[in-house]
DNA sequence: GTCTATACGAGGATAGAC
DNA sequence: GTCTATCCTCGTATAGAC
């Protein structure tokens, strides 16, 4: 009457691929970590959301602090590798900050969550996780951009380390509002492509006139 | 031998002051609550800011949300109420607009948790307890300023509804990075009242350079 | 009005079968 | 590798004395 070896006939079909259920894993905790934060995230949401049990996070990644550090890790990933190969030091100022600026929003309208994560990270956390491995500063990138165009006349007088912030605000804050803009009921998605690549020419041209000299 | 009616000669001091009491727990659960968000805020760890008992918060909130909420109309009062009273309609775009920044700005200086607050209350609760009072939508009014200066041509051709978005971002993201720079060791406190004024001063030059026509 | 002590549920983490 | 069942800590909220 039972079936020997026929195992998987069944509804549930235990996959039993080790990659594809780590990406499952971290896919929802990405998800979850980005709305939630690190401490009001519960590991049962995240497991809710895959259809594999919740001893899965901690058989792969220790505890829920090591998933949080795997997520902080993937999703940064992308952003620090493309801001790396820039070589920004060989152009002009002007186009340096363009480029910049095109990379990173880029980057961040690929993985609209990745702001949220870093404010997470950032105000809860401070920053804490986040020093561990943390190779690139973006922000001393930005910096030096600005130092280099304001020195050769450029740009304006400005602060380079105040309007770097401030520029980092114009690029990010955007999706922080994202999920919350029920507000404007006109239906417009803030994620959709058409706004994001809205998003990402107004962000560059308010900056860019931002930074001209008068 | 018994003291009958000096019960305060101990080194304890119940004051029974209950307006006092309410007011250190507010100014406590804002600090907590700006830290941590609502879920993550610990109804302990406000207590123990305190001097007072934990049941105190119940007593005079009901329960956690009853002080959250709370917390959010105090600390949004003062914005809201200096947008309110600033009659914009009556003044130019430009004028209106640097008005607009300068009220924003200073009522973020004085209370640099409201951004981390308003933060939270968007990501985390998407604006749950915010719809609940919420009267003026200060986007609404930003938006309407740059409306205006795009149609009479002092303002580029820029979209209203992004850039008042990116505006709100170039103004808020700094004290929401306050917390965390430790990366820079020049020993900069972000919150010192110079610090405060200099980002006042470069969030309003760089908007106000990029909303001018090229 | 204020405190101490405690009930009770939620959620992180583990054990052990399959 | 994956699942179910369970342990145990922590945190919200309440009861009741003073």
């Known amino acids: 009457m039972a079936q020997p070896k026929a195992t998987r006939d069944k509804q549930t079909k235990p996959v039993r691929d080790a990659a594809a259920t780590q990406a ?14 690190f401490t009001a995230t519960r590991t049962e949401a995240i497991a809710a959301k895959t259809r594999v049990a919740k001893s899965m996070i901690y058989y792969y990644f220790k505890d829920k602090a090591g998933l949080y550090r795997a997520v902080l890790a993937q999703s ?3 952003l620090l590798a493309t801001v790396q190969k820039l070589e920004l030091e060989q152009l002009s100022p002007e186009v340096a900050l363009e480029q910049f600026l095109r990379a990173l929003l880029d980057c961040v309208s690929r993985n609209p969550r990745l702001p949220t994560i870093m404010f997470y990270e950032a105000v809860q956390n401070q920053g804490t996780f986040y020093k561990e491995s943390s190779s690139v500063n973006i922000d001393a990138v930005l910096i030096a951009i600005l130092e280099r165009g304001v020195t050769a006349g ?61």
């Not at 499952?24 to 934060?37: H, K, P, R, W, Y």
């Open 154 to 214: 450029v740009f304006r007088s400005l602060d380079p380390f105040q309007t770097a912030i401030n520029i980092m605000g114009t690029c990010l804050f955007y999706f922080v509002g994202a999920g919350n803009i029920k507000q404007f009921p006109q239906g417009k998605r803030l994620l959709s492509k058409a706004m994001l690549e809205q998003h990402t020419q107004e962000a560059i041209a308010l900056i860019l006139a931002g930074v001209r000299p008068s």
């Open 24 to 37: 499952v894993i971290l896919a929802a905790a990405e998800e979850e970590f980005a709305q939630n934060g």
């Open 76 to 78: 940064h990933a992308d």
